[in-house]
Structures are given as structure tokens and as C-alpha cells.
């Protein structure tokens, strides 16, 4: 039976899940930067999955492209296909809340992951981070409605937990968190379940432990030696103090209260235990990020991954404890819509930065069409103007917008320091091209469906 709150939260989850489908293919090119261009290139280049590290639920992520590249659709339509993956996925689960679950605070706190502490995110939809918290949410519900009984649900809650810890490195927090609340409430753990959890951790640290990539140990292992320095760094003065709190309030202003009203609700209901966990969670969450990055006040891509765990764990108990046995939901459903469409708004104004990116990429492009060849550099210290510009990712953005209407004719760019690092020279010839880094791959290794560069050298773009 649907509630009246479960058809307020369906309406209107429906509604904006469609303008937030219509904003996915309008922004569709301004979804190709960083991880999301590198993602987005390799599987396009290969046709198929492109997974690292081990993080499987980029399988989802990649999943509509997949299917485009595999239908040999145009790129451009592959472009949209990739854009829309992160609705449709959130559209599936949000409806699997409502219909299956029956849960309009686990819905709530969907429509509220697709907006709040992504405003970068956003446009690089292919990260594993931002797939594994939406399911995290959807995991929280399973557990609250207790769908591990029969064997099927049993089967999927082993599905469901093995693809988060697979996910992203930090989600095991979440797993852990929601489990241990849930279980310490019921006073029992069914012995099918707990053979689940201990399979699923087990083989996900062994799996680690013999197959962790030199990008995971590396991001373990300087962190780890430097923790004296950072937290010197961090927290030499009440400034830094401030600093993180006002970070904190500033930017995921909407999770810290709801975190603030529900520890005062439990300690309020003697439920002691329960305040305490998740206190002590989020204050480790915290403090592992704050003990192993050098300013972790600074708003960044970067820093929006490593907070992200931030929207389920203060979102969903606050939906949980207060939101569902409230007699006054639908004030709060008035202030959870709003929330939600003040930071779709929010997204939409920053979209101008992405959009002046991405014609700055393309005016690149058509200066290259003017001149004989396909690969070129630009020198930045004469150009400040293009800085922003400066990203690793700058060679196969140029590689996919050149491609979009010609991809007889494609065009790498690159920064010229880059192509003149001499590791980078002497292994560069007339046949072959640098992807990013120090990767050098032949012009004929591209896939000719969708790429096409002409042998030749690099020549400086000046203008």
C-alpha cells in the first residue's frame, strides 16, 4: 500500500528525476572532464568495461556507454548515453525504495544524494564514490526493513554488500556503520547473515591484500608516512580548528544539522548507544581525513570524494530516527524540496564554469583545424588566458570533442612542456601520440570508429 507521504515523495521524486534527466543530455559535453574524460575515452577505445583498482562498481557506471559503443551508435550519442547513466541508475533505486522497500525516508535521502556535496561531481558522473553512497543508501533500507530472510533476499543482500565494498576504499565505513546500528537494535544477528558479512569481508581484504593496485597502496602508504607533518600542518593553530569546523558548515551545512538534531534525539531517547555510534563514526571519518590530507577545509573535486560518505551516514539516520515517525512530514518534505532544488540551482550556476571549459577546449580545436596535421601543443606560460587548461585530462577531452562531428580527423593537444619532457621525446615519433602522462601510444592503436589521427609530429599551436 502507497502512503500518502510515499506518493508525495513519488511525485515529486518523478518530477524532479525528469528535469534532472533533461539537465543530464543538456550538459552532456560538460560531463566529459578529469576522471569522467578518462573513463569516458577508454571505454569508447575498447568497447567494453573499463574497471581499476578493483572498483567494480564502475561497471554500473559505464554500463549505457557500454551498450552505445557496443550498438556502434555515434559518439555523440554515446556522449548522452554516459550522461544519463547516473539518472537512470538513481531513477532504479529511488523506485525500488518506494515499490519494494516501502521506505519515503530512504527515497528522501536519494533525491537528496543527487544534489547535496556534489558540486563538482556532478559533471564527472562516472565516479565510483557517488554510485557506491546512492547504494550504501539503498543498503540502509534493506537492512531497516529486514529483507535478508528468505534466500533470495539473502542472495542479494550478499550482491549488495560484496558491490560496495568494491566500490570505493572509504564505503566500508558506511557498511559497517548502518550494519552495526541496524544489528545492535534487533539484539540479534541471523547466522545466515553473519556467515554473509564474514565471506564478503573476507574476500574483499584478501582480495586487497593480494591484488591491491600501486595507485591504492601508494594513496595508503605516503599518507600514512607523512601523519606527523599534516597533523602539525592541520592543527597548529585554533585558526585550522575554525577553519574545518566553518568548512564543515559552509559546505555540507544541510548533513551537519541533520547530524546535530539526531544526536540530540538519541541521547534525548536514551538511546545512548545508538548516539554514540554514529558520533564516534562520523567523528573517525572525520579525523582519517583530517590526520592523512594537508587542509582538509579546501572545497575541491577532490575533496568532495573523500566527504561524500558525509550524505548517507548524516542523512539517512535523521530520516530514519525523526523523519518517519514525525506527525508533521510534510513540513519537512516542504524543507527537503527545497533543499533539493536550492542545490540543483547551485549545480546549474556552476555549470557556466564547465561550459567556459569546454569552449575554451573547442576553440583549441578549431585553431588546430586551421593548420595541416592532428596533434599539437599549446604553451600556457604564453597563454595564461587558457590555464585552466591545464589539466591531464586536456589530451583526450581534445581527442573526443575533435571527434564529434569528423572522427576521420581528430586532434590531440597537449601542454608543450609535456610533449618536450624528455622521457616523453624520446620515445615520441611521427606515429605516435601521447594520451596523458607519460603513456605513448600508436596512432593506429585508437579505435578507427571512433578516432582518427594523421602521422605526424607535434607543432605548437600559436595564434
Known amino acids: 500500500m502507497i502512503t500518502n507521504s510515499l506518493r508525495r515523495v513519488l511525485i515529486f521524486g518523478n518530477l524532479y528525476l525528469l528535469v534532472y534527466a533533461v539537465l543530464a543530455v543538456y550538459f552532456f559535453k560538460e560531463r566529459i572532464f578529469l576522471d569522467g574524460s578518462y573513463y569516458f575515452f577508454h571505454v569508447v577505445q575498447y568497447e567494453t568495461f573499463h574497471v581499476e583498482h578493483q572498483r567494480f562498481i564502475l561497471v554500473i557506471s559505464q554500463l549505457l556507454a557500454v551498450t552505445g559503443t ?216 572525520l579525523l582519517l581525513i583530517s590526520l592523512t590530507h594537508q587542509q582538509p577545509w579546501r572545497h575541491s573535486n577532490y575533496f568532495e570524494r573523500m566527504y561524500l560518505l558525509l550524505i548517507p551516514l548524516c542523512f539517512v539516520p535523521f530520516l530514519q530516527n525523526i523523519f518517519l515517525p514525525s506527525k508533521k512530514k510534510f513540513f519537512v518534505e516542504l524543507l527537503l524540496m527545497a533543499i533539493v532544488l536550492f542545490r540543483l540551482n547551485q549545480i546549474v550556476q556552476h555549470a557556466k564554469d564547465y561550459t567556459d571549459h569546454l569552449t575554451e577546449v573547442q576553440s583549441l580545436i578549431e585553431k588546430a583545424k586551421k593548420n595541416p596535421g592532428s596533434k599539437f601543443t599549446v604553451d600556457f606560460t604564453k597563454h595564461p588566458e587558457l590555464i585552466s587548461l591545464d589539466e591531464w585530462s586536456l589530451p583526450m577531452e581534445s581527442l573526443i570533442f575533435s571527434s564529434l562531428k569528423n572522427n576521420q ?37 585508437l579505435n578507427q570508429n571512433y578516432f582518427h589521427l594523421e602521422h605526424g609530429g607535434y607543432k605548437e599551436l600559436s595564434w
Not at 548522452?80 to 535521502?109: Q, T
Not at 608543450?416 to 611521427?430: H, S, V
Request: proline letters at 3%; aromatic letters at 20%; hydrophobic letters at 55%.
Open 70 to 285: 557496443k550498438l556502434h551508435l555515434s559518439l555523440n550519442a554515446v556522449m548522452i548515453l554516459n550522461s544519463f547513466n547516473p539518472v537512470l541508475y538513481l531513477w532504479i533505486l529511488f523506485l525500488l525504495s518506494i515499490f519494494w522497500l516501502k521506505h519515503e525516508g530512504i527515497a528522501w535521502a536519494m533525491l537528496l544524494s543527487s544534489v547535496c556535496g556534489i558540486y563538482f561531481i556532478w559533471f564527472i558522473p562516472m565516479y565510483e564514490v557517488w554510485y557506491g553512497c546512492v547504494l550504501l543508501i539503498f543498503f540502509a533500507g534493506v537492512l531497516e526493513r529486514k529483507f535478508y530472510f528468505t534466500m533470495a533476499k539473502q542472495i542479494l543482500f550478499a550482491i549488495l554488500l560484496i558491490t560496495l565494498l568494491f566500490s570505493y576504499p572509504l564505503i566500508f565505513i558506511g557498511v559497517i556503520y548502518f550494519s552495526a546500528s541496524h544489528f545492535i537494535r534487533e539484539r540479534k544477528i541471523p547466522i545466515r547473515i553473519a556467515v554473509i558479512y564474514f565471506l564478503s569481508f573476507t574476500l574483499w581484504l584478501v582480495w586487497k591484500y593480494f591484488f591491491i593496485s600501486g595507485y591504492e597502496s601508494g594513496k595508503i602508504e605516503y599518507p600514512v608516512s607523512q601523519v606527523g607533518n599534516t597533523v602539525h600542518q592541520n592543527f597548529e593553530s585554533l585558526a585550522d580548528f575554525k577553519n574545518l569546523f566553518g568548512f564543515l558548515f559552509g559546505i555540507y551545512p544541510e548533513e551537519m544539522m541533520c547530524l546535530l538534531v539526531t544526536l540530540v534525539f538519541l541521547f534525548r531517547k536514551k538511546e545512548k548507544l545508538q548516539g554514540f555510534l554514529l558520533v564516534a563514526v562520523v567523528i573517525a571519518f
Open 409 to 445: 580527423h581528430s586532434f590531440t593537444i597537449s601542454w608543450k612542456a609535456d610533449i618536450e619532457n624528455p622521457d616523453n621525446t624520446k620515445r615520441l615519433d611521427d606515429t605516435k601520440f601521447r594520451l596523458r602522462l607519460n603513456e605513448i601510444f600508436p596512432d593506429d592503436w
